[in-house]
T-cell receptor, first 116, second 113 residues
Framework: DGGITQSPKYLFRKEGQNVTLSCEQN?????MYWYRQDPGQGLRLIYY???????QKGDIAEGYSVSREKKESFPLTVTSAQKNPTAFYLC???????????????FGPGTRLTVL | AQSVTQPDIHITVSEGASLELRCNYS??????LFWYVQSPGQGLQLLLK??????LVQGIKGFEAEFKRSQSSFNLRKPSVHWSDAAEYFC???????????FGTGTSLTVIP
């Protein structure tokens, strides 16, 4: 079964701790994305990667970091510098690396992060 | 400023009634248009997309959408709503210039028996 997996589904973090969210895809897609979703605000882009070993900041990258060492994996680290990290995080992928505006994005099931 | 607008934050319809969810955009270039659905606590599922050609697009689950260039709109429709259609619906617009892609803020659909 091809798709995108995110783990864990629920994550709790104490203030001041870094935490890493996992995203894996077996669709052989070149591009991967991380979004943050807050109630009433839709989806906001955190980071995206169009190809292995390369990534770009999105609209709200401050306090987050990513890596893209493998085509199928795009982990997101929420650092202690992120002032309000409690949110629902969605990972997505698309087949073409150079077509963020025109390529269909497919989404994982999400990770809900709560800071205690 | 460029934007995607979903004017209705929340809509309630009776099961079996027709549905239309509105989406407007403000971009000069020809957009690539998408509708996604999200059930509570889940990821987004693609309902349909428009890139070019016939402006009436058929999607999954009995949904369709019509691109109207003159109105800068891409409204989602379903002739008869089922209780399982209750969810959040997102319109998205992509442009082939500058790698731009934007989501609307979503419309929450409630279906009453």
């Amino acid at each position: 079964d091809g798709g995108i997996t995110q783990s864990p589904k629920y994550l709790f973090r104490k203030e001041g701790q870094n935490v890493t969210l996992s995203c894996e895809q077996n669709l052989n897609h070149d591009a991967m994305y991380w979004y943050r979703q807050d109630p009433g605000q839709g989806l906001r882009l955190i980071y995206y990667s169009q190809i292995v070993n390369d990534f770009q900041k999105g609209d709200i990258a401050e306090g987050y970091s990513v890596s893209r060492e493998k085509k199928e994996s795009f982990p997101l680290t929420v650092t202690s510098a992120q002032k309000n990290p409690t949110a629902f995080y969605l990972c997505a992928s698309s087949s073409k690396g150079g077509g963020r505006g025109t390529d269909t994005q497919y989404f994982g099931p999400g990770t809900r992060l709560t800071v205690l | 400023a460029q934007s995607v607008t979903q004017p209705d934050i929340h809509i309630t319809v009776s099961e079996g009634a027709s549905l239309e969810l509105r989406c407007n955009y403000s971009y000069g270039a020809t957009p690539y248009l998408f509708w996604y659905v999200q059930s509570p606590g889940q990821g987004l599922q693609l309902l349909l997309k428009y890139f070019s050609g016939d402006t009436l697009v058929q999607g999954i689950k009995g949904f369709e959408a019509e691109f109207k260039r003159s109105q800068s709109s891409f409204n989602l429709r379903k002739p008869s709503v089922h209780w399982s259609d209750a969810a959040e619906y997102f319109c998205a617009v992509g442009l082939n210039t500058g790698n731009q892609f934007y989501f609307g803020t979503g419309t929450s659909l409630t279906v009453i028996p």
